[in-house]
């Protein structure tokens, strides 16, 4: 398993995730749509989640969205120490603007403050030549 410099590891990058990822690298938060249905879907997958057919397209989005869900983590598991300087972790279900739902972290508040529709904007930190990922931020 690749690792970050901090230890952490870094997501195994496939054909079918690499538009994610390359766009997370480059400021840009990409998931799918169907052109049969225009369903979004995220995390990547060969067909939709609602039609079933393998009509997926890559899109970009504004990144703009709100909680629909969060769970906040306080302790790690025990293979991933990497992760106990970060704790308490607030980790979301972000409605996105433009429809779909994906999960994030979420940064820039504390958990006590996190709340249910709190509007928030996809920021991201590059990891490596390959790898951004996505966090949220309260707006």
Do not use: H
């Amino acid at each position: 398993m690749r690792q970050s410099p901090s230890g952490k590891p870094l997501p195994e990058i496939t054909d079918m995730t690499r538009p994610f990822w390359e766009g997370a690298r480059n400021g840009i938060l990409r998931i799918q749509k169907c052109r049969s249905c225009s369903t979004y879907d995220f995390f990547p997958k060969p067909s939709c989640i609602s039609c079933g057919r393998r009509t997926l397209d890559w899109v970009d989005m504004s990144g703009r969205g709100e909680v629909y869900a969060f769970s906040v983590a306080t302790t790690v598991m025990m293979n991933l120490p990497a992760w106990k300087d970060d704790l308490p972790v607030i980790l979301c279900l972000i409605d996105l603007e433009e429809g779909g739902r994906m999960y994030a972290r979420l940064t820039g508040c504390e958990p006590e403050d996190v709340r249910i529709g709190m509007q928030v904007r996809a920021q991201f930190s590059v990891l490596d030549d390959e790898v951004g990922v996505p966090a949220f931020q309260p707006v």
